[in-house]
Antibody, heavy 117, light 111 residues
Framework: QVQLQQWGAGLLKPSETLSLTCAMY????????WSWIRQPPGKGLEWIGE???????NSKPSLKSRVTISVDTPKNQFSLKVSSVTAADTAVYYC???????????WGQGTLVTVSS | DVVMTQTPLSLAVTPGQPASISCKSS???????????LFWYLQKTGQPPQLLIY???KRFSGVPDRFSGSGSGTDFTLKISRVEAEDVGVYYC?????????FGQGTKLEI
């Protein structure tokens, strides 16, 4: 059974860099894309970007200048960095597996990241 | 970006009654590979979203058959034939035909 476990710092100051990692257990890592999605408190879902095992990435253009998505295939892990965070980056961040028809079929538990001075 | 517009934004339903949510996209979600890249997710309180419907009308593994998806091109509908208490949450449509992938605003279903 595929499981995604994510972790990272939950409280940041403005201008710092957000860093999250997601590990996949119980399945194949290759052959899939792996995605990051976020959700501000009380609001809807926003797709951030994705990466495959070879390091090919796609990102939301409006975030691209601040977002880095990387992969560590031997460890079955992928990571998200968002630089120069502001209060607008406060959200629950989810990792997810992208399968078949670009559907998100397995999700991490979510990590609340709060940006506050 | 492809804009996804859901209606209604909230819905109160009596258990056992049907419910319907509409999702319209700003451009066609039918790809040249003949697949329609429209998905429905349910997010229960405090949980990550869970996939209900993929490719507009296919139920994901383990999803009860009271959930059905329909539509094509730019107009899509999620229907629940008989709402149960466990169906409470926020429903999102999502497109993955074009980067950036985008979600609808969400429809909150209450009992």
């Amino acid at each position: 059974q595929v499981q995604l476990q994510q972790w990272g710092a939950g409280l940041l100051k403005p201008s710092e860099t957000l860093s999250l990692t997601c590990a996949m257990y119980g399945g194949s890592f290759s052959g899939y894309y792996w995605s990051w999605i976020r959700q501000p408190p009380g609001k809807g879902l926003e797709w951030i970007g994705e990466i495959n095992h070879s390091g090919n990435t796609n990102s939301k253009p409006s975030l691209k200048s601040r977002v880095t998505i990387s992969v560590d295939t031997p460890k079955n892990q992928f990571s998200l960095k968002v630089s120069s965070v502001t209060a607008a980056d406060t959200a629950v961040y989810y990792c997810a597996r992208v399968s078949g028809s670009y559907l998100l079929d397995h999700w991490g538990q979510g990590t609340l990241v709060t940006v506050s001075s | 970006d492809v804009v996804m517009t859901q209606t209604p934004l909230s819905l109160a339903v009596t258990p056992g009654q049907p419910a319907s949510i509409s999702c319209k996209s700003s451009q066609s979600l039918l790809h040249s590979d003949a697949k329609t890249y429209l998905f429905w997710y349910l997010q229960k309180t405090g949980q990550p979203p869970q996939l209900l419907i993929y490719e507009a009308s296919k139920r994901f593994s383990g999803v009860p058959d009271r959930f059905s998806g329909s539509g094509s091109g730019t107009d899509f509908t999620l229907k629940i034939s008989r709402v149960e208490a466990e169906d409470v949450g926020v429903y999102y449509c999502m497109q993955t035909i074009q980067v950036p992938y985008t979600f609808g605003q969400g429809t909150k279903l209450e009992i």
